[in-house]
T-cell receptor
């Protein structure tokens, strides 16, 4: 069974600052992917970033980057230059036959 | 040109009723899913279909029955609705079997089901 753990239920950051959201996972798969999804108040699920487990290089998408530590089974998300529009629930997920989600971190970006 | 669409977006109904939620994707994907998001925002897979064939059936009451008339559609029918069925239901699709390379999932807007 795959499990994904997000230990921070809520976080807050000021606009333009940097914030890191934590995620750990457990899987027996050899080839897997890890994801961060964003769910703003509109409820739409939006893919933020994706990491292929066999790639050592950390994925980056504009202001979003990950710190992937395969041996530690850690997959944290760093948001740089936070913007008000980043306020949302953030879900870490691992891929199996379907996505296995963590319980989410509610991020509030304040002016 | 919505990629994954669901109808209705909101559904309010009484206990004991039967209801359906429809999902359609125009991305040409082979695999479709239903996820349930509970009141604490926890998302959990319910079903997965690949080319109209059931792949995943998690521990879901048999009051829930998915139906895939073709690979672009995956509908969810719920019989004898209970209070605990109140949740947001998301449909999603992906190019191939989940877990395969490049298997990004595209989500619909969700259907908020409220059972009174």
């Amino acid at each position: 069974a795959q499990t994904v753990t997000q230990s921070q239920p809520e976080m807050s950051v000021q606009e333009a600052e940097t914030v890191t959201l934590s995620c750990t996972y457990d899987t027996s798969e050899n080839n897997y992917y890890l994801f961060w999804y964003k769910q703003p108040p509109s409820r739409q699920m939006i893919l933020v970033i994706r990491q292929e487990a066999y790639k050592q290089q950390n994925a980056t998408e504009n202001r979003f980057s990950v710190n992937f530590q395969k041996a530690a089974k850690s997959f944290s998300l760093k948001i740089s230059d936070s913007q008000l529009g980043d306020t949302a629930m953030y879900f870490c997920a691992s891929s199996g036959y379907a996505l296995n989600f963590g319980k989410g971190t509610s991020l509030l970006v304040t002016p | 040109d919505t990629a994954v669409s669901q109808t209705p977006k909101y559904l309010v109904t009484q206990m004991g009723n039967d209801k359906s939620i429809k999902c359609e994707q125009n991305l040409g994907h082979d695999t479709m899913y239903w996820y349930k998001q509970d009141s604490k925002k926890f998302l959990k897979i319910m079903f997965s279909y690949n080319n109209k064939e059931l792949i995943i059936n998690e521990t879901v009451p048999n009051r829930f029955s998915p139906k895939s008339p073709d690979k672009a559609h995956l509908n969810l029918h719920i019989n004898s609705l209970e209070l605990g069925d109140s949740a947001v239901y998301f449909c999603a699709s992906s190019t191939g079997l989940a877990g395969g390379p490049g298997d990004e999932q595209f989500f619909g807007p969700g259907t908020r089901l409220t059972v009174l």
